[in-house]
């Protein structure tokens, strides 16, 4: 089967794959890349390869001076481009051609569906919708914190329990970005806080603005590990940078500097 043509759902699924890896997971050794051959009938190796083929159309992982594997094709080009015109139906959509594979296949149903918090007595729409916002929460996760490599683009810290896939952009402020992976940051839960609350922004360059709240703030905590934050470029992620109109929107909306909304910054509704 491996030497046919990709198919267009084979191709959504790999990018789903795609972005839910950091880039030196793509390669045919990883449980996930191997997993997903299985599937879809082709081999580890081809899978890796595709992965690389859509690394090559990203432009961060050009910009960084990484090419990816030449040869996308124009199919993979639009599998790219469709999931940037619709994240959240593509992200679902993914997750239900992955659950219909592995029932054809006798595999057990995976976590994202079964690790849905709610009462047993949630059946039906109910529960298909909340089935759905667990998937899309899954999946924004996984990109964000794939692309920064599992780490605070902040503070550097790397424990997956207080990280965070924080929205630049509200999840409310705008639905059709709210699993963009641009629009998204990997924070610690404090800086997440601090981020969403307005105290804490990005200039055009990247670099870390403090509200004056924290900058006149005197607690020794503050003081040592906030402050010393002012100025710093954050890490940029390997893929999926943070896009240049979502951090403009969060500075003129939520940074408490701004003049423009104030402290009352909306909840973003972020991923923990």
Same mark, same amino acid.
């Given at each position: 089967?491996?030497?046919?043509?990709?198919?267009?759902?084979?191709?959504?699924?790999?990018?789903?794959?795609y972005?839910r890896?950091?880039?030196?997971?793509?390669?045919?050794?990883?449980?996930?890349?191997?997993?997903?051959?299985?599937?879809?009938?082709?081999?580890?190796?081809?899978?890796?390869?595709?992965?690389?083929?859509?690394?090559?159309?990203?432009?961060?992982? @050009?910009?960084?001076?990484?090419?990816?594997?030449?040869?996308?094709?124009?199919?993979?080009?639009?599998?790219?481009?469709?999931?940037?015109?619709?994240?959240?139906?593509?992200?679902v959509? =993914?997750?239900? %051609?992955?659950?219909?594979?592995?029932?054809?296949?006798?595999?057990?149903?995976?976590?994202?569906?079964? *690790?849905?918090?709610?009462?047993?007595?949630?059946?039906?729409?109910?529960?298909?919708?909340?089935?759905?916002?667990?998937?899309?929460?899954?999946?924004?996760?996984? *990109?964000?914190?794939?692309?920064?490599?599992?780490?605070? =683009?902040?503070?550097?810290?790397?424990e997956?329990? %207080?990280? @965070?896939? $924080?929205?630049?952009?509200?999840?409310?402020?705008?639905?059709?970005?709210?699993?963009?992976?641009?629009?998204?940051? =990997?924070? $610690?839960?404090?800086?997440?806080?601090?981020?969403?609350?307005?105290?804490?922004?990005?200039?055009?360059?990247?670099?870390?603005? %403090?509200?004056?709240?924290?900058?006149?703030?005197?607690?020794?905590?503050?003081?040592?590990?906030?402050?010393? %934050?002012?100025g710093?470029?954050?890490?940029?992620?390997?893929?999926?940078?943070?896009?240049?109109?979502?951090? *403009?929107?969060?500075?003129?909306?939520?940074?408490?500097?701004?003049?423009?909304?104030?402290?009352?910054?909306?909840?973003?509704?972020?991923?923990?």
């Open positions: 089967m491996s030497s046919k043509r990709w198919t267009t759902d084979q191709l959504k699924l790999a990018f789903h794959l972005c890896l950091s880039f030196g997971q793509l390669h045919q050794g990883n449980p996930e890349v191997v997993e997903l051959a299985g599937l879809i009938g082709r081999t580890p190796s081809a899978v890796a390869m595709k992965l690389c083929n859509f690394a090559s159309l990203d432009p961060a992982i @050009v910009a960084s001076g990484r090419k990816g594997l030449a040869g996308a094709s124009r199919l993979d080009r639009q599998v790219w481009e469709l999931f940037q015109a619709d994240w959240e139906g593509l992200a959509e =993914c997750a239900q %051609l992955r659950q219909a594979l592995r029932a054809e296949r006798g595999l057990p149903r995976e976590e994202a569906d079964e *690790a849905v918090d709610m009462p047993e007595d949630f059946t039906g729409a109910t529960r298909q919708v909340l089935v759905e916002q667990r998937i899309k929460q899954q999946f924004f996760r996984r *990109a964000v914190l794939g692309s920064y490599a599992g780490r605070c =683009c902040m503070s550097g810290l790397s997956p329990g %207080l990280l @965070v896939a $924080s929205h630049i952009v509200p999840w409310c402020q705008d639905p059709a970005n709210r699993l963009n992976p641009a629009n998204g940051l =990997c924070l $610690s839960a404090l800086h997440d806080r601090a981020f969403d609350q307005g105290l804490l922004s990005l200039d055009d360059e990247y670099r870390i603005l %403090l509200a004056e709240p924290l900058r006149r703030n005197a607690d020794p905590f503050v003081c040592q590990v906030l402050q010393p %934050l002012a710093r470029p954050i890490k940029l992620p390997e893929r999926f940078w943070p896009e240049a109109g979502f951090v *403009a929107w969060h500075r003129r909306h939520v940074f408490v500097d701004s003049g423009v909304g104030g402290s009352a910054a909306v909840s973003g509704g972020d991923f923990a």
